[in-house]
């Protein structure tokens, strides 16, 4: 029997998370444009939204399902089987732990029903170079926010915007004079917005929370959104492992089966090697993060960390071991592999993740 | 005895025609990574053709330079260094030489200006759905009745057959017991009835590669080169040809400058200085292999020059510069992935500035993965050079 990777976190979620995901995977391969892409994810939104992923892990009185951290999990790491281009982590995680600083904040309702969709925006969120940072200003007693955020992963037409700037926690609606947006797909094809704020006014009631708890919530978000990050790249990784292994077993050259030649067995054989190990890291640090170890952001900085080298390894590896097939677009293969190498930049790249972990060994 | 050439002053002949002839915006398209197409190409080989430099590597009486190997690196090497855009290669250097070799002369006289001036387009239809690395095994027939042939079949990532007039194919005339045998180069223009190519869209977004179908295709017997039945033997003597194609380090290494100009632009701050420091090592490991390909390019020339035999000296450098070359685009996705990856593709299309500017780091990174799968694969490059390390 060939190989078969190993979920995560089994059950029904992951089965229900993996087959939405492969067919809104056969449903935008027949989609002529980006735009139709884009119109075809918000019907996927909407049907996991009917599903009531969103209210995962909100509380029953927030109109949540009161589960748990790994029952969210299951959806991402089934979702990642045909790299489900959705803002899973961020709707589902992310949102809900950044709004959880006003405790009973009807958006948390809205978001699970699907009414509220919003784009979140952690400290230190990219920007072009020549462009200016996000920067809120006081001018006459009125807060103004000004300045660019570069490819913000987003939700299918979103209705607000949270920002975590400085101490404050920002909540304004998308539709705000001074705010515009430029939609585009990412690599793995989840979209994405270019956000300029010309000096927009900041009523009182926008600022939903401010001091350290608001900045000890954005690492944390930042955090859940790392961890189901690498579940749900962890399960691509292993499907991708999977069909690369098929591929190989089909595809004849020079009369057999590409799959008898060492080189690439070993090759298949390294890349299960980098999975594993991801596998076995990403497992220990879902469970400090259900667990609220005292030092779980550790076990998910060196899974992140992990993820940036082994996502990127073992895409690489399937592409080649694709021959020219891995360079295609229609490819589910290379579609797994992009979703890999973009998993990397999402809450933090490797580089950011070793930064925190050798500033904690110094002290 | 010919008179020895001063190659210094050939070099700066070269650079001062590449800086005053070549238009500054094709220049800074080659400058910015851009990807390029005929609309470039062909002008670019028009300017060169007339200044009689069209084909570095034709004889003179074809209308080439008549320049020895080095002076050809030579002008390789400048021509990167200054942002020119490489001479399309699939006329000039692929068929156009085959045709010199084994063609006739009523094709020589056909074909061969209009690959010299630019006016005419060639791609190359070699690899087919089911035969890649093992291309011999390649299966489009080619029927022979009266003065023509019958072809049916399919060809596949065949690079840019879109804007190509004429393709060079091999097709299989007979069926012999040893597949390398029975094999025919055919010329095809690509406006004869029954071709039909489809589009394969790629990784990084771009229109590179296309399926081509032919069905009941008429092509005349005069369209092919040399004898029947010894297409594979033309095939490999283009191969054989193209074996100093290592060689030309320079636009790699043109690259990787760039790439470390990106890393010292947007990774400036203190925060940013452990992951410039991480990448600037990748950068100079990367050029340590390049700068010992380059060395290794130089031996390759002179071999050719004084009529030794190159060995394994290809395959080296094949394998050491598709490698180099991909380590540069990895660092520069590292710089850039957060904030470009995310903005591959804009959703509402249109627009004068519909694409992030800096998006082809991105693009060249995910296209990049070609270099170790085409041109003879890493894998198959690995097998040439152990078969002959170990003598079996
Ligand atoms: C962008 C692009 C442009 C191209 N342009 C052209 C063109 O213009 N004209 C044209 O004719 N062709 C073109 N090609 C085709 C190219 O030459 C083939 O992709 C190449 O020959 C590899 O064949 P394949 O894709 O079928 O891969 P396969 O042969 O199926 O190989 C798949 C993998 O198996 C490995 N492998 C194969 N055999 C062995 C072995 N014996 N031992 C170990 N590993 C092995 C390969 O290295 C590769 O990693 C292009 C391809 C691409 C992607």
Redesign the interface.
């Known amino acids: 029997m060939p190989f078969t990777a190993t979920p995560l976190v089994a059950g029904d979620a992951f089965d229900q998370a993996s087959r939405i995901a492969a067919e809104a995977d056969a449903g935008l391969a027949q989609r002529p ?3 139709a ?2 119109a075809f994810l918000a019907q996927c939104w909407a049907q996991v939204v009917e599903l009531g992923w969103p209210a995962t892990i909100l509380a029953e009185e927030d109109g949540g399902a009161g589960g748990s951290f790994s029952d969210l999990a299951a959806l991402a790491g089934g979702a990642g089987r045909a790299a489900l281009p959705l803002p899973l982590a961020a709707a589902c995680a992310v949102v809900p732990h950044l709004l959880g600083a006003v405790p009973g904040h009807p958006l948390l309702a809205e978001t699970a029903a699907g009414a509220a969709r919003i784009c979140a925006i952690l400290p230190g969120a ?4 020549d462009a200016p940072p996000l920067r809120l200003a006081g001018n006459n007693g009125t807060l103004r926010l000004s300045g660019q955020v ?4 987003m939700p299918p037409d979103p209705t607000h915007l949270l920002i975590v700037l400085d101490d404050r926690l920002l909540l304004l609606p998308s539709t705000t004079r001074g705010i515009s947006c ?6 793995d094809r ?3 917005g ?1 956000w300029s704020f010309d000096s927009v006014p900041i009523p009182s009631d926008a600022v939903l929370a401010r001091g350290e708890e608001v900045e000890r919530r954005a690492e944390e978000a930042r955090d859940l959104g790392a961890v189901l990050t690498c579940v749900e790249a962890t399960e691509a990784a292993g499907a991708l492992i999977e069909q690369t292994i098929a591929h190989l077993s089909t595809r ?4 057999a089966p590409l799959g008898t ?1 060492q ?2 067995r070993h090759r298949v054989a390294e890349m299960y090697v980098e999975y594993e190990t991801l596998r076995g890291l990403v497992g220990a640090a879902l469970k400090a993060v259900e667990q609220a170890d005292r030092d779980a952001w550790r076990s998910v900085a060196f899974a992140k960390l992990r993820l940036g080298h082994a996502g ?1 390894s073992i895409a ?1 590896a399937a ?2 071991c694709h ?2 097939m ?5 490819l589910p293969a ?1 579609r797994l ?2 979703r890999l ?2 998993a ?2 999402d809450y933090g ?1 490797r ?1 950011f993740h ?2 925190r972990l ?1 500033a904690a060994k110094r002290h | 005895m010919a008179e020895a050439i001063d190659y210094d002053a050939f070099r700066r002949e070269v650079t001062e025609f590449a800086l005053t002839r070549c238009p500054p915006e094709f220049r800074r398209l080659v400058a910015e990574s851009r990807k390029l197409s005929r609309k470039v190409w062909a002008p670019w080989q028009r300017i060169l053709f007339e200044h009689g430099w069209g084909a570095p590597g034709w004889p003179k009486e074809y209308g080439g330079t008549g320049w020895d190997h080095r002076q050809r690196h030579i002008f390789d090497e400048v021509m990167a260094e200054c942002d020119c855009p490489p001479q399309y290669h699939h006329g000039l250097r692929h068929i156009g030489p085959v045709i010199i070799a084994f063609g006739s002369e009523e094709q020589k006289r056909r074909f061969l200006p209009g690959i010299l001036d630019g006016s005419v387009w060639w791609c190359q239809g070699y ?1 087919e759905p ?1 035969a ?3 291309l011999a ?1 390649l299966r489009t027939t080619a029927r022979r009745e009266g003065d023509e042939y019958v072809v049916e079949g399919q060809k ?2 065949t690079s840019h057959a879109h804007e190509a007039d004429w393709m060079y194919t091999l097709v299989r005339t007979s069926k012999e017991a040893k597949k390398q045998q029975g094999i025919s180069l055919l010329l095809i223009p690509l406006d004869t009835p029954g071709i039909t190519i489809r589009p ?4 990084d ?1 771009w229109h590179h ?1 296309n399926e081509v179908f032919l069905d009941n295709v008429r092509v005349p017997v005069a369209n092919r080169v040399g004898e029947e039945g010894q297409g594979w033997t033309y095939g490999k003597f283009l191969l054989d040809r193209e074996r100093l194609g290592g060689a030309n380090v320079a636009p790699i290494l043109k690259n990787l400058g760039r790439t470390r100009d990106l890393v010292a ?2 990774l400036n701050g203190e ?1 940013d200085r ?2 410039r420091e ?1 990448l600037d090592q990748r950068l100079l490991a990367a050029e340590a292999e390049l700068l010992g390909a380059q060395a290794l390019g130089q031996e390759a020339i002179a071999a050719v020059m004084d009529g030794r035999p190159l060995g394994l000296l290809p395959s080296v450098l094949k394998l050491s510069t598709s490698h180099a070359m ?1 380590r540069v685009s ?1 660092v520069a ?2 710089v850039v ?13 249109g627009g004068p500035n519909a694409e ?2 800096g998006i082809e780091w ?1 693009q060249n990174y ?2 990049g ?2 270099r ?3 041109g003879g ?3 198959v490059q ?2 040439v050079i152990a078969r002959q390390l170990f003598g079996f």
């Open positions: 444009d980006a735009a892409e884009a990219a920007t072009d170079p570069a490819g913000a992963e430029v939609v585009a797909q990412r690599i989840r979209l994405a270019d004849v050259q020079f009369g030649n080189a690439l990127r690489e592409i080649q021959g020219g891995g360079l295609t677009d229609g290379t592999a992009r190498i973009m990397e930049y790249d580089f070793a930064r050798l | 690899s089911g890649g690395s093992d095994s596949t990532w394969i869209a790629t990784i977004g590669v632009a947007e925060a452990l992951k991480m991909q990895d996705l590292d992935g957060e904030r470009l990856a995310p903005r591959f593709r804009r959703v509402d299309a992030a500017p991105v995910l296209y993965r070609v170790t799968i085409y694969s890493s894998e690995k097998n």
